[in-house]
């Protein structure tokens, strides 16, 4: 009980210290505001100036035939490789815009505006159909799938039973393949390498998959011992499969993740 007086005889010592200390300098101690008209601002300034960016035409996730449009003059350039002429602003497209600008000492702003725009039509010529639309190769005078006609692809053809590796419409190699039998067939359509394997075992067929490149799922383009033995007598279990080894040696060093794969029939 006599603790509890002391500290309540205490806090009011603090609190007449307060109010005398207030009151000797002049201040008038006031209840705080219950009013919002009590409240005050606080008046600050801004210096200097936002930034004002150009509008875009066409950016990074932009797609269309404006786009490849721009694409074709900057192959033109030698900024964006033909590979990357695909209709969509992506990465490398924004990077050769970059280089664009910094050519021509405007903003490196990444994004195609009016005024970028002007400069490339100025030092560029419009894109012929040829140069939009490359064709696809021609092999044996037979056409390949037009999707292999631009960047770096493997361009597979299960009618033909031949994979060519492709690099802006140029066959630079031809194998043969097969594919997998009619219960675990190969899967066809557009695809990219996803990842790459040199020494790659199946764990689901316990068998050997050298060389492998995947493009969809568990199904790789891989060298086949048994291709190599008995020919088209066999399927594989939905990879394709090659059965030249010095070929697909060479082919596993020149692929790169994210490389085209097209499976097709001709």
Not at 96 to 107: D, L, M, T, Y
Not at 199 to 208: E, P, Q, R, T
């Amino acid at each position: 009980m006599r603790g509890l007086i002391i500290r309540k005889m205490l806090t009011g010592l603090v609190a007449g210290a307060g109010i005398a200390a207030l009151l000797s300098s002049g201040t008038s101690a006031t209840a705080a505001p219950t009013d919002s008209s009590d409240l005050k601002t606080v008046p600050f300034e801004v210096t200097g100036e936002l930034p004002i960016y150009p509008k875009a035409l066409w950016k990074n996730g932009s797609s269309g035939t404006n786009v490849r449009k721009v694409e074709a003059r900057l192959v033109q350039l030698k900024l964006l490789e033909k590979r990357y002429l695909d209709n969509d602003y992506g990465t490398m497209t924004r990077s050769a815009v970059k280089k664009f600008q910094q050519s021509k000492g405007i903003p490196q702003l990444g994004y195609v505006d009016q005024n970028t725009l002007d400069k490339l039509a100025a030092v560029t010529h419009v894109p012929t159909q040829t140069e939009l639309y490359p064709p696809a190769p021609v092999v044996n005078g037979k056409q390949l799938d037009a999707r292999c006609a631009t960047g770096v692809v493997l361009c597979i053809d299960k009618s033909t039973r031949k994979l060519r590796y492709v690099v802006d419409g140029v066959v630079k190699m031809q194998l043969d393949v097969r594919f997998g039998a009619v219960k675990t067939a190969t899967r066809e359509g557009s695809f990219t390498v996803g990842w790459k394997s040199r020494n790659h075992v199946s764990k689901l067929y316990d068998s050997a998959m050298p060389f492998a490149m995947f493009f969809s799922g568990g199904q790789a383009v891989h060298y086949s011992s048994d291709f190599a033995a008995r020919g088209y007598n066999g399927a594989s279990h939905g990879c394709v499969n090659v059965r030249d080894l010095g070929k697909i040696k060479i082919l596993f060093g020149q692929v790169k993740v994210g490389d085209k794969v097209i499976v097709y029939r001709s």
